[in-house]
Nanobody
Framework: QVQLVESGGGLAQAGGSLKLSCKASGSIRGVDTMGWYRQAPGKQRELVARISYGDSNYADSVKGRFTISGDHAKRTVDLQMNSLKPEDTAVYYC?????????WGQGTQVTVSS
């Protein structure tokens, strides 16, 4: 059984930083894509950042502020979030994809106060 465990969420002030981490355990092989999504209250889940063997892409709203990094072999993916804004407040979800199967973490709350 595959499990993704996220850590690093919490409360930050506007302009501050947080780092999210995600590690997969269980029988998951050949992770080809890893990413972070977020869902704010009353909104749909949206892509924040995604990485696949060194190629990364970001939502326009976080470009220049967030950095994604991942290790496919270790099945870990991190999201460094700098210059946080109140609109970054959301539940953040880790995704790891293997053979077109998506595995999701349970979500970690990020709250940014103004």
């Amino acid at each position: 059984q595959v499990q993704l465990v996220e850590s690093g969420g919490g409360l930050a002030q506007a302009g501050g930083s947080l780092k999210l981490s995600c590690k997969a355990s269980g029988s998951i092989r050949g992770v080809d894509t890893m990413g972070w999504y977020r869902q704010a209250p009353g909104k749909q889940r949206e892509l924040v950042a995604r990485i696949s063997y060194g190629d990364s892409n970001y939502a326009d709203s976080v470009k220049g502020r967030f950095t994604i990094s991942g290790d496919h072999a270790k099945r870990t993916v991190d999201l460094q979030m700098n210059s946080l804004k109140p609109e970054d407040t959301a539940v953040y979800y880790c995704l790891q994809r293997s053979s077109d199967v998506d595995y999701w973490g349970q979500g970690t709350q990020v709250t940014v106060s103004s």
